[in-house]
């Protein structure tokens, strides 16, 4: 199960892809993560077999279920409320959103017991690919590009018809599909993904043996499939639910309303709205996609036009974009 560290050569490069280690110690830290170690079976079924991520919120597992015969993810929740509320908004979206075909949805869920009695929460997901990040993007055909807008934007408006909002939608909780490796056995899957780096969790007294791990390294195009998911429903809520759970997407994802507070008038000059008109929208189109004709910048231009403005009445809702004839005519560009 994995290569433990050597030397304290690789230690750096380990710390720069796993969780703090101080996230553990419960002593300093009320949203403690529960300490898990690969090899080992949870809840007398699951086999821990490498690392997916971590979040703000968890850490997430590739396991393979030994009852169903089938690799699963196993999200395991801090001590904090993040877990209650990603069930809870789960299962109205099991009773409410029509289509989840495009939703990672858990699938079961069970407790962790601590030492001190307290439990750690943990939901079962069917595994997926890599997250949408930025760069993989950058590399990928236009086509897959447009293809991964119209289906999470499909996926989107399902959501908000059913009266949900997710309220964190940026690159990491938008993940592409991948072909199953149920069947193949664990050399075969280190072999795709890569053996994992670990290291036994340093400096705290813990009294269940857990390890830092390396998470997955997805191979380029091999098990990726063109299908698009949104995932990590942590902070979303009900549309009209008083309760909001704290918490805001990455700085650049986040609409200016939410940073600054527009209600009460209070704004800065430096948003993202600012910076793109501050910044000649054309000029920017032909200098980033210097392959797209005129026509296309002009489609381009003309949906974030409309998306990028201040006041959020103001802004297309999902499904109005779905039908803007801009989108439209660029989908249709990409037989999307």
Not at 10 to 18: F, S
Not at 26 to 41: C, S
Not at 77 to 83: A, E, N, R
Request: hydrophobic share 35%; aromatic share 10%.
């Amino acid at each position: 199960f994995g290569d433990y560290v050597k030397d304290e050569e690789q230690e750096p490069d380990l710390e720069e892809l796993v969780e703090p280690w101080h996230r553990y110690d419960a002593e300093d830290n009320e949203y403690v993560l529960y300490p898990i170690r690969l090899g080992e079976v949870l809840n007398e079924r699951y086999l821990v077999e490498h690392k997916l991520g971590f979040g703000g919120g968890s850490t997430v597992w590739m396991a393979f279920d030994q009852q169903d015969k089938r690799e699963v993810a196993l999200k395991v929740m801090d001590l904090g409320k993040w877990g209650d509320n990603e069930t809870r908004i789960q299962d109205e979206i099991i009773k409410t959103v029509q289509d989840t075909s495009r939703l990672v949805i858990y699938t079961a869920t069970f407790f962790l017991p601590r030492d001190d009695k307290t439990y750690h929460r943990v939901l079962v997901f069917p595994v997926k690919g890599p997250s949408i990040c930025t760069l993989t993007l950058r590399k990928s055909p236009m086509a897959s590009r447009m293809s991964a807008a119209r289906q999470l934007l499909e996926t989107v408006a399902g959501s908000h018809e059913a009266g949900i909002i997710h309220r964190d939608l940026n690159a990491r909780n938008c993940m592409w599909g991948m072909a199953p490796i149920d069947s193949l056995d664990r050399s075969t899957k280190y072999e795709l993904l890569g053996r994992p780096l670990k290291q036994t969790i340093p400096f705290v007294e813990l009294w269940n043996k857990g390890e830092l791990v390396s998470p997955v390294k997805f191979p380029k195009d091999l098990l990726r499939l063109e299908e698009f998911y949104l995932c990590d429903f942590g902070s979303a809520k009900k549309i009209g639910n008083v309760t909001t759970q704290c918490g805001y997407p990455p700085m650049h994802y986040c609409s200016p309303d939410r940073l600054y507070n527009l209600s009460s008038g209070k704004f800065s000059l430096h948003t993202v709205v600012d910076l793109i008109h501050e910044n000649d929208l054309t000029t920017k189109l032909a200098y980033f996609r210097p392959d797209a004709d005129l026509v296309e910048r002009q489609l381009v231009h003309s949906i974030m036009s409309k998306v990028f403005v201040y006041q959020p009445e103001k802004r297309p809702t999902a499904v109005e974009l779905l039908r803007d004839l801009s989108f439209s005519a660029i989908m249709e560009r990409y037989e999307c």
